[in-house]
């Protein structure tokens, strides 16, 4: 896995669907994380999905930056 790879999915939980990784980000609300500033999406490098945070542009233009 390149340093990049690693960086965008070594870590993270890798669900093998949009809806089970929108479960996991469900959860994640419920335990205290800010919804705005999570996002599901798939992985280029692992081909499943994935749970982060959104990119700073995407909250720059939501006004979600505080």
């Avoid at 960086?7 to 479960?23: E, F, L, T, V």
């Avoid at 999406?41 to 006004?63: E, I």
Wanted: glycine fraction near 8%; aromatic fraction near 6%; include cysteine.
């Amino acid at each position: 896995m390149t340093e990049i790879a690693a960086r965008m999915c070594g870590n993270k939980h890798r669900h093998p669907s949009r809806r089970q990784a929108r479960a996991h980000l469900r959860s994640l609300v419920g335990a205290g994380q800010r919804r705005e500033l999570l996002n599901v999406y798939k992985c280029w490098f692992c081909d499943a999905w994935h749970v982060g945070h959104r990119p700073a542009a995407a909250l720059q233009r939501s006004g979600k930056t505080s």
